[in-house]
């Protein structure tokens, strides 16, 4: 069932066609309008971002660690 929390959680939001088709029209609409204004330094505009464009990472930390700090933890795992 794509309306439970599973779902969800695992595929992310849905949107119906309604939903699609309105984001479509608000794409032309704001590339019609960038046109029609013929600035040369206007930026181009960008698309709605749609639920499945959405880059899915998770980031642990910042950078590696020494192997020495990496072996006190672990030995310390050990330990437990």
């Not at 749609?50 to 980031?59: F, G, L, M």
Request: net charge positive; no cysteine.
């Amino acid at each position: 069932m794509p309306e439970t929390a599973l779902a969800h959680a695992v595929y992310g939001e849905r949107w119906s066609i309604t939903d699609q088709l309105l984001a479509l029209i608000f794409d032309v609409l704001q590339l019609g309008n960038w046109q029609r204004a013929r600035k040369r330094t206007a930026p181009k505009p960008k698309p709605l971002v749609r639920p499945w464009q959405r880059k899915k990472t998770t980031s642990l930390g910042r950078d590696a660690i020494p192997i020495s700090q990496f072996d006190d933890w672990w030995e310390s795992k050990k330990r437990k």
